[in-house]
């Protein structure tokens, strides 16, 4: 997601230290800070869906009186769950023991790559557009810019790609740029606390010195315009001063597990009358709002991840839980995607 996600977890300290162990205390707070402060709320808590969300607001605070620890934590995302948001989400900060010892496969590897299918096509994966991911794709598109710009097919695999900030994929865009984009920065929900948090952040000695004007700036906004939609700049359509003959054309791979930032990317690259995106399912749905502020409630249990921005789409269009469609989908769903891509690439 855009930059203030990936910022706010380095600067997170630990929680607070609990100021009330009950279930029915951290439902209060949870629930008057995600009606107040959520960015989803002016659209899904609606008129229409009061009455089911009363209900089920009293449903679960009277579950929650009588609930075991763990029972809470279910209670609590079965409140959480009304909003169909997958970025609006309760951690449990001390999870039970596994009754059986889990399992781990090998590391993760995150690191971007490219290779050369055939004499026409280059692969490159982004696994992951991860705050470490931006010098890395920036590095291996550097090393690589003379073969990218003359290689006339391209095909970015980004399959489990699960998300992180719009920046970390600049040089891609630079490589496949056509046509403008819009904003890229999504619209903060100006509200009072929404505000004050980010301003708690600000002032966190681990906050880096460098972003403090733009925060700065997105503060001010905040305050100016109080219960509103807010950016720290006046929206511009965004481009680059070149499109470049080569890649002619380009697909992009996806799957259900591209998720968050790759979905942005995915609405972003688009753009490009160079691409086309295929698949055999649509990304994963889960890139409507975004910005999470990590929030500890008083009981010592729980951290809510709190959207405090919407997509610059809404409500024109929402991907949220349906996900981002290939323009091209794989007729066999067991396929090979890349084989598929080479082909679509290779068709007059």
């Given at each position: 997601?855009?930059?203030?996600?990936?910022?706010?977890?380095?600067?997170?300290?630990?929680?607070?230290?609990?100021?009330?162990?009950?279930?029915?205390?951290?439902?209060?707070?949870?629930?008057?800070?995600?009606?107040?402060?959520?960015?989803?709320?002016?659209?899904?808590?609606?008129?229409?869906?009061?009455?089911?969300?009363?209900?089920?607001?009293?449903?679960?605070?009277?579950?929650?009186?009588?609930?075991?620890?763990?029972?809470?934590?279910?209670?609590?995302?079965?409140?959480?769950?009304?909003?169909?948001?997958?970025?609006?989400?309760?951690?449990?900060?001390?999870?039970?023991?596994?009754?059986?010892?889990?399992?781990?496969?090998?590391?993760?590897?995150?690191?971007?790559?490219?290779?050369?299918?055939?004499?026409?096509?280059?692969?490159?994966?982004?696994?992951?557009?991860?705050?470490?991911?931006?010098?890395?794709?920036?590095?291996?598109?550097?090393?690589?810019?003379?073969?990218?710009?003359?290689?006339?097919?391209?095909?970015?695999?980004?399959?489990?790609?699960?998300?992180?900030?719009?920046?970390?994929?600049?040089?891609?865009?630079?490589?496949?740029?056509?046509?403008?984009?819009?904003?890229?920065?999504?619209?903060?929900?100006?509200?009072?606390?929404?505000?004050?948090?980010?301003?708690q952040f600000m002032a966190n000695p681990g906050f880096p010195a460098a972003l403090k004007a733009d925060m700065g700036k997105l503060h001010g906004a905040m305050r100016g315009n109080p219960n509103g939609f807010v950016r720290a700049e006046p929206p511009a359509r965004r481009g680059y001063d070149r499109v470049h003959a080569n890649p002619r054309r380009v697909a992009v791979v996806?799957?259900?597990?591209?998720?968050?930032?790759?979905?942005?990317?995915?609405?972003?690259?688009?753009?490009?009358?160079?691409?086309?995106?295929?698949?055999?399912?649509?990304?994963?749905?889960?890139?409507?709002?975004?910005?999470?502020?990590?929030?500890?409630?008083?009981?010592?249990?729980?951290?809510?991840?709190?959207?405090?921005?919407?997509?610059?789409?809404?409500?024109?269009?929402?991907?949220?839980?349906?996900?981002?469609?290939p323009a091209l989908r794989m007729p066999d769903p067991t396929g090979d995607p890349i084989a598929f891509a080479r082909r679509v690439l290779a068709a007059p």
């Open positions: 997601m855009p930059r203030l996600t990936v910022l706010i977890a380095q600067v997170l300290s630990s929680p607070a230290a609990a100021a009330d162990t009950t279930c029915a205390r951290d439902f209060e707070q949870m629930t008057a800070i995600v009606t107040r402060d959520y960015a989803g709320a002016p659209a899904k808590i609606t008129p229409a869906r009061m009455p089911a969300l009363t209900a089920l607001t009293d449903s679960v605070r009277l579950a929650v009186t009588v609930t075991d620890a763990n029972g809470c934590t279910v209670q609590l995302r079965r409140w959480v769950a009304f909003f169909r948001d997958p970025h609006l989400s309760l951690a449990q900060l001390s999870p039970p023991p596994p009754s059986a010892p889990a399992v781990s496969g090998p590391p993760r590897d995150n690191r971007p790559s490219l290779r050369r299918e055939d004499d026409s096509t280059l692969v490159v994966t982004l696994p992951s557009f991860g705050a470490s991911s931006k010098a890395r794709i920036d590095s291996l598109f550097d090393a690589n810019w003379t073969l990218l710009t003359g290689t006339p097919y391209l095909i970015l695999d980004v399959r489990g790609n699960n998300g992180g900030g719009a920046s970390s994929y600049d040089a891609v865009l630079r490589l496949i740029f056509t046509d403008s984009m819009p904003p890229a920065e999504f619209e903060t929900y100006a509200t009072e606390g929404n505000a004050a948090r980010l301003e996806i799957d259900a597990r591209c998720v968050s930032a790759c979905e942005v990317f995915l609405v972003d690259a688009q753009f490009s009358r160079k691409v086309v995106v295929v698949g055999a399912s649509n990304s994963g749905g889960m890139v409507d709002y975004g910005n999470l502020l990590p929030i500890p409630l008083l009981g010592g249990r729980h951290r809510l991840s709190l959207p405090i921005a919407r997509a610059w789409w809404l409500p024109a269009v929402s991907y949220d839980n349906v996900g981002i469609a």
